[in-house]
């Protein structure tokens, strides 16, 4: 599924800027370099620890998707680990995120005895092997598919901006893709939202967007704390959507100008 796009994400550091390194040296879960891991593929096994949804937009290829957040997540580790007989590895989405650490951690703890962590990232990877990922269940083949970050700000918008231009809009379409567990059956906007939480096959999200669409209406989404946007963002670029808006910060960012965080 070609997204027209001849973007290249941006927002990679460079090679020795691994801020968490340091904090996790002392935990016996060693770090795997990019050329070391795209050479070592067939003798280790690659997890990915991020959402679901995050893995069908873009993962590793052939990695095995076992979210931290799974409450399997320890027997299902120890299940593969014993599997493969091979090393696993895990990842997330870069040198900031802590969740491939978490899980290298947490996969000890539960009997795994080789844990290690490609910190560099799924996007760090994507760049420098299109050829072993995927793009919504598609090969990228070329790293020119992936979204700027330069493109995805241009459609984040802050608290004021966002409630405004919403205001300024003929008939909106404001779309809240928190899960049941975050949004906690409270609207934000005074019940003119719809509560579409992300699922894997975005069907009653593809619907509204078509509908959209074709009414010609905006649309404006808004999630827990403006991660899930940019993954959203890879699904509605595909569709064709092109007047779509995110609020910055996501629903956290209104909770801490209402004084409730």
Same mark, same amino acid.
């Given at each position: 599924?070609?997204?027209?796009?001849?973007?290249?994400?941006?927002?990679?550091?460079?090679?020795?800027?691994?801020?968490?390194?340091?904090?996790?040296?002392?935990?016996?879960?060693?770090?795997?370099?990019?050329?070391?891991?795209?050479?070592?593929?067939?003798?280790?096994?690659?997890?990915?620890?991020?959402?679901?949804?995050?893995?069908?937009?873009?993962h590793?290829?052939?990695?095995?998707?076992i979210?931290?957040?799974?409450?399997?997540?320890?027997?299902?580790?120890?299940?593969?680990?014993?599997?493969?007989?091979?090393?696993?590895?895990?990842?997330?989405?870069?040198? !900031?995120?802590? @969740?491939?650490?978490?899980?290298?951690? *947490?996969?000890?703890?539960? =009997? &795994?005895?080789?844990?290690?962590?490609? #910190?560099?990232?799924?996007?760090?990877?994507?760049?420098?092997?299109p050829?072993?990922?995927?793009?919504?269940?598609e090969?990228?083949?070329?790293?020119?598919?992936?979204?700027?970050?330069?493109?995805?700000?241009?459609?984040?918008?802050?608290?004021?901006?966002?409630?405004?231009?919403?205001?300024?809009? !003929?008939?909106? @379409?404001?779309v809240d893709?928190?899960? *049941?567990?975050q949004?906690? =059956? &409270?609207?934000?906007?005074?019940?003119? #939202?719809?509560?579409?939480?992300?699922?894997?096959?975005?069907?009653?999200?593809?619907?509204?967007?078509?509908?959209?669409?074709?009414?010609?209406?905006?649309?404006?989404?808004?999630?827990?704390?403006?991660?899930?946007?940019?993954?959203?963002?890879?699904?509605?670029?595909?569709?064709?959507?092109?007047?779509?808006?995110?609020?910055?910060?996501?629903?956290?960012?209104?909770?801490?100008?209402? =004084?409730?965080?």
């Open positions: 599924m070609a997204l027209g796009l001849s973007l290249l994400f941006t927002g990679l550091v460079a090679a020795d800027d691994f801020p968490l390194r340091d904090k996790y040296a002392s935990v016996g879960v060693p770090p795997v370099e990019t050329e070391e891991l795209a050479s070592s593929l067939d003798a280790m096994t690659v997890v990915d620890a991020r959402s679901p949804y995050e893995y069908e937009t873009l590793i290829r052939d990695a095995v998707s979210p931290l957040a799974s409450r399997d997540f320890g027997e299902s580790v120890l299940g593969l680990a014993k599997e493969s007989g091979q090393p696993l590895v895990f990842y997330c989405n870069g040198v !900031t995120c802590a @969740v491939s650490y978490k899980a290298a951690l *947490k996969a000890k703890e539960a =009997g &795994v005895e080789d844990a290690r962590v490609y #910190d560099a990232g799924v996007f760090a990877w994507a760049q420098a092997h050829e072993h990922t995927v793009l919504l269940g090969p990228l083949q070329s790293a020119d598919r992936l979204i700027a970050n330069e493109a995805f700000q241009d459609h984040v918008l802050d608290e004021d901006a966002f409630y405004a231009r919403i205001q300024s809009s !003929t008939n909106p @379409v404001i893709i928190r899960s *049941k567990n949004r906690q =059956g &409270v609207s934000l906007f005074q019940m003119q #939202d719809r509560h579409v939480p992300l699922t894997n096959d975005n069907r009653e999200l593809g619907g509204l967007v078509q509908a959209a669409m074709a009414e010609q209406r905006p649309m404006f989404f808004v999630d827990a704390t403006g991660k899930q946007v940019r993954w959203l963002q890879y699904y509605l670029e595909a569709q064709g959507v092109t007047q779509y808006w995110f609020l910055e910060g996501g629903a956290s960012k209104i909770y801490e100008s209402m =004084g409730l965080q």
